[in-house]
């Protein structure tokens, strides 16, 4: 015969499962702390730092290979008293473009791919944390990855330059300058990075997917920029239609905006870039680019399933 | 020596979902480049030969291998699921001919077809163009295949080391130290192609013999050894 519990006694018999837990009344450090512990994480994690000695040696490498060249052209700078360095501040990252395609194809996929395949992004999205904030977080740790790789050589340059005493004033605008430009290079090299390999699970994949999207772009645009310019050449007149090829691959449309703006010579075939007018194109279709990249991704986050 | 399970298998992880279609995508971009520039330039011999030369055979057939190649064992290796393939009753030596079987057949397939068809968009074969680069591209589709097949097995990083080898080794150093290009698959194929067609724009640095005696003796090692590898795998976690 089922007896009937009044709340009171309900209450009263309860108290025997109460083994003393207690609720958290520490500092809670929310969301913002979170992105940030994301950021740092996902940034030392591009250098292979907190991770196995085994994925530090990639990174690393490449890290060194983007900083001798630098050390040795400083050391011949010095050496001969040159009175200029042997490569421009906004060319650096142009000549060395296969170390950064390289570096950026290695550490996307390592940003997001094994969060994927391992399914862990659910996990992410347990914390108080937005699609946004991971977005953000991973785009903002692989771009500064990237700035790292590119503008640590050219700190090197031009602290190279100030022991050689060349001209304070041309080497600082140079060097600043081609600051300004790296730092567009990163922001539109971790973009493509990162959607390319948000798109896959596996990592092989998105490593050659990356590095393809980057040297094959780049091979189709310099030989028709380089057909172009022949053609141009035999008509006779200057080149008009090579500049506007370099539109459809990263490197070149870097190459194009600091050409227009950043006082870089051109390293298209015939060393023809843009004019400053088609360079507000070049700078808007870079713009664009990274705001379309950013677009994706928020797209791509948007399940949390996945 | 062929196992169609293994090989059925194989081919699936390779095309299977969209990845046929990414793959798709290098080809027909090729294509449309090779329809641009004819309709640009013109047909001429020499254009031809610097496109096919200098990205059909440099940058495409070498990508391709590496994702074919790798792309045939690593993901498999990577997450450990080889396992239930190696305890099958199967030498493991055969299941490594199956897949640089697939692994040759879909790089032929996805590069040295559209190469073969953007040289007749180019300039309609003449000179032998379109068919010497062609050969060219099946010969080093054999060699990358058995090279990046056996980088899979070797390493857990394989695709970056085999694009380090194509575009840092092959590209770079061999534009800057003669001495390099000796040990190129590129030079090598291009040597082949040569030879086979008689075409006079498709030059190399290596005579016929040592590139045949090197493509061989490269194919044959990395595949013994790769098989070799398998049969000693320790599989292991992600780190």
């Not at chain 2, 990845?19 to 798709?24: F, Y």
Request: some cysteine; overall charge positive; aromatic content about 8%.
């Amino acid at each position: 015969m089922a007896v009937e519990q009044t709340p009171a006694q309900t209450g009263a018999q309860s108290r025997i499962h109460n083994i003393g837990y207690r609720s958290y009344d520490g500092q809670r450090l929310g969301r913002a702390y979170a992105r940030r512990s994301l950021y740092s994480q996902s940034l030392r994690g591009s250098y292979g730092l907190g991770r196995s000695a085994k994925s530090k040696v990639l990174p690393m490498l490449l890290f060194a290979v983007m900083c001798v060249p630098a050390a040795i052209m400083v050391a011949v700078t010095v050496a001969t008293k040159a009175k200029e360095l042997p490569v421009e501040y906004t060319n650096y990252a142009i000549v060395m473009q296969a170390v950064i395609g390289l570096y950026v194809a290695s550490q996307a996929p390592q940003a997001v791919s094994r969060d994927l395949r391992f399914k862990t992004v659910p996990l992410y999205f347990s914390r108080p944390i937005e699609t946004s904030d991971y977005v953000r977080a991973k785009f903002a740790a692989l771009a500064s990855a990237l700035f790292l790789i590119t503008a640590v050589p050219l700190v090197v340059l031009y602290g190279g330059a100030m022991l050689a005493k060349l001209d304070f004033t041309d080497q600082t605008k140079g060097f600043l300058q081609g600051l300004v430009s790296v730092a567009l290079l990163s922001l539109l090299f971790a973009g493509i990075g990162l959607v390319i390999s948000a798109a896959t699970p596996r990592r092989g994949f998105g490593i050659a997917a990356v590095i393809a999207v980057l040297t094959i772009s780049y091979g189709a645009v310099s030989t028709l920029q380089a057909i172009a310019d022949a053609q141009t050449m035999v008509d006779g007149q200057s080149s008009t239609a090579a500049p506007w090829i370099g539109l459809f691959s990263p490197i070149t449309l870097i190459d194009g905006v600091q050409t227009a703006f950043l006082g870089a010579t051109s390293s298209y075939p015939g060393g023809v870039g843009p004019s400053t007018g088609a360079g507000v194109v070049f700078l808007l279709a870079v713009l664009g680019l990274i705001a379309g990249c950013y677009g994706l991704l928020m797209r791509r986050y948007r399940k949390v399933g996945l | 020596m062929y196992d169609p399970t293994v090989a059925r298998l194989t081919y699936r992880a390779l095309l299977g979902r969209r990845r046929a279609l990414i793959l798709g995508a290098l080809p027909l971009l090729l294509i449309v480049i090779a329809v641009v520039v004819r309709v640009l330039v013109g047909a001429d011999d020499q254009t031809a030969a610097d496109l096919l030369g200098g990205l059909a055979l440099a940058t495409m057939v070498p990508i391709i291998g590496v994702i074919a190649g790798t792309g045939a064992i690593g993901p498999e290796i990577d997450d450990g699921s080889v396992v239930y393939l190696l305890s099958k009753p199967l030498k493991r030596p055969k299941i490594i001919y199956t897949k640089l079987i697939v692994a040759i057949g879909v790089t032929m397939a996805f590069s040295a077809v559209p190469t073969f068809v953007a040289g007749l968009i180019l300039n309609g074969n003449g000179q032998q163009v379109a068919v010497s680069y062609t050969v060219a591209a099946l010969v080093a589709s054999i060699a990358y295949a058995a090279l990046f097949l056996l980088l899979g097995t070797v390493s857990r990083h394989a695709v970056v080391f085999g694009l380090v080898y194509a575009l840092v080794w092959e590209a770079l150093f061999g534009s800057l130290v003669p001495g390099a290009r000796t040990l190129s698959v590129q030079q090598w194929a291009l040597a082949v192609g040569h030879k086979v067609t008689g075409g006079e724009l498709i030059t190399s640095d290596v005579s016929l013999t040592t590139a045949t005696v090197l493509l061989i003796a490269v194919t044959v090692l990395a595949t013994w050894y790769a098989g070799q590898k398998l049969r000693t795998l320790t599989p292991t976690g992600e780190e």
